[in-house]
């Protein structure tokens, strides 16, 4: 694995720390790499009402995309799982709205990791090219 992948893991497990989870407990990190090598991280937020819950996921893409950016090359997910971390549904479609070969990778705190393509993990996805 590169040396940008390894500092996007570690930058996702700082975020982690942050994660708000009174109900769950289930803390989880990520960050985003930007074509142009920036580096935005999310944790997920809690609510007591559940439908307003969001993912560590779409908290780093959200914050890169009010940053102005929109063209991303990797993202990195972790969390205190027995297997790497994978998104939820709802985050790899909005993973996807930005780029079928986003790479990413997913790790556990027991350093195991797996790397995929966006696309691989959401085949035949809905996507902007079906609304024209």
Do not use: W
């Not at 809690?46 to 995309?65: D, P």
């Not at 971390?85 to 797996?114: H, S």
């Amino acid at each position: 694995m590169n040396e940008k992948y390894k500092k996007l893991i570690g930058e996702a497990e700082q975020a982690r720390k942050k994660a708000y989870t009174p109900y769950s407990k289930f803390k989880v990190g990520a960050a985003i790499l930007t074509s142009e090598g920036r580096i935005f991280s999310g944790c997920n937020i809690e609510n007591a009402s559940f439908g307003l819950t969001i993912c560590a996921e779409r908290v780093a893409v959200f914050k890169a995309i009010s940053e102005g950016f929109k063209k991303f090359e990797a993202i990195a997910i972790i969390a205190d799982t027995i297997r790497p971390c994978y998104p939820c549904g709802a985050c790899r479609q909005v993973i996807l709205e930005f780029g079928e070969d986003i790479t990413l990778i997913m790790a556990n705190l027991k350093g195991d990791i797996k790397i995929n393509k966006i696309k691989e993990l959401l085949p035949e996805a809905f996507n902007k090219n079906d609304l024209l």
